[in-house]
């Protein structure tokens, strides 16, 4: 019974402001499945709840709440305008998007070695590291503590005279160092800080009214609640340690965001850099980002910045093009975007779990499967659409 209400209500919710018209509906199949799949999650303390949103290049499909804010039972249930710690897609709707713009004004290139920017590293061990190996992770940089007062000055002089790991160039090995690098690039070859000029490139221009580091006050009773591994609760603040010790803005982690602005970022990506008649990014850019960079040996795919076929990519699924892309976020979140299909996932979670990854991972890689049902009955949708 419970199902068939929540199928009922569904049917019936309309966007404010959308068309009265009919609009296409998911296979209630499709719903049902990803009910079950939410529920299953909650009911093993996966997570104490989520927010799933699917969508095409028009706008959502599909976009349900389950559970509640926070590890707390007694909290409020989730709703679909949380704001969630993003954790590491920080990395791909920030700084990706940040490094590609400036790209673009002519104030850096990718293909420039990092010692153009950070002098520490005109060692010969790390002559040879550019921009790109620091986006697809392949620059021989491995993750190390930080500590105060000053974590990024250990960031940049630690990365540049520690030995690299493996190949440069080849070797992959993800590290948020490479990222908290890239968002200090932002800051040197902007003169502003990450957070403001991705505020003034992307997220003001996209109307993503939702999305920041350092969330106000005003928005608390908005924030999904994320949990730490003593199993203390943070709200507002971000989950990963280095993130708030660089004080809440860094390239790898500190983002905020719900899963309707993720939606839009989606959508400019498969619109090559547009939306709503606000252009971004350019289109070249948008392919330069997303197109394969191999690694050790062809085994490891990545974007600048984007996963494409690596030990990271669970939310791909199974029916999601070669050309597909996108990325995971430690504190539960993940991106997955198909511009062939016409097609992206989000899911954000406010998850409890961090010991078994391969269930979380089969949460995602569910998610996405679930999802690609939704490609074919929307090749041609047209613009007037409900969301359910």
């Known amino acids: 019974m419970r199902h068939l209400l929540s199928l009922a209500f569904a049917l019936i919710f309309i966007l404010p402001g959308a068309s009265s018209a009919v609009a296409p509906s ?18 093993l303390r996966l997570v104490a709840g989520g927010v799933v949103l699917i969508g095409d290049r028009n706008g959502p499909l599909l976009q349900r709440a389950y559970g509640r804010m926070s590890p707390d039972p007694l909290s409020s249930p989730m709703r679909l305008d949380a704001i969630f710690d993003v954790a590491s897609l920080t990395k791909v709707v920030a700084t990706t998007s940040a490094v590609m713009k400036l790209a673009e004004e002519g104030r850096i290139s990718v293909t420039e070695p990092v010692a ?26 491995t993750d190390f503590p930080l500590s105060l007062p000053d974590p990024l000055h250990q960031a940049v002089a630690g990365s540049a005279t520690r030995p690299p790991r493996g190949e440069v160039g080849n070797s992959f090995c ?4 490479n990222f908290i690098l890239l968002g200090e690039l932002v800051r040197r070859a902007s ?10 490139r992307f997220f003001a221009p996209l109307g993503m009214v939702d999305t920041f580091f350092t969330p106000p006050v005003t928005v608390t009773p908005r924030l999904s609640a994320t949990l730490l591994p003593d199993g203390g609760v943070l709200t507002g603040e971000p989950q990963d340690i280095h993130a ?51 690694a ?34 430690y504190s539960g979140g993940s991106i997955w975007i198909d511009p062939k299909q016409e097609l992206f996932v989000v899911l954000l979670t406010a998850r409890l779990d961090f010991r078994h990854t391969s269930d979380f991972n089969r949460l995602r890689r569910d998610l996405s499967t679930i999802a690609v049902s939704c490609a074919e009955p929307y090749s041609r949708r047209h613009a007037a659409g409900g969301v359910f």
Not at 174 to 177: G, K, M, N, S
Not at 191 to 200: F, K, M, Q, S
Request: proline letters at 4%.
């Open 191 to 200: 003169g502003v800080t990450l957070d403001r000029y991705v505020r003034e």
């Open 26 to 43: 998911p296979p209630l199949s499709v719903i049902l499945d990803i009910d079950l799949l939410m529920e299953r999650a909650i009911s």
């Open 174 to 177: 993800y590290a948020d160092l």
């Open 244 to 294: 708030r010790q660089l004080g809440g803005v860094a390239g790898h982690a500190g983002l905020f965001s719900t899963a309707a602005d993720l939606g839009r970022f989606c959508r400019m990506l498969m619109n090559g850099g547009e939306l709503e008649g606000r252009r971004v990014l350019e289109e070249r850019s948008v392919a330069e980002m997303t197109a394969p960079h191999y």
């Open 116 to 141: 153009t920017w950070f002098p520490e590293f005109g060692g010969e061990a790390k002559r040879g590291v550019l921009l790109r190996h620091l986006l697809t992770h392949t620059s021989g940089i």
């Open 296 to 329: 050790e040996g062809g085994k490891v795919v990545r974007g600048l910045g984007w996963d494409i076929a690596s030990p990271y990519s669970a939310p791909r699924g199974h029916g999601f093009s070669e050309s597909s892309f996108g990325h995971t976020g």
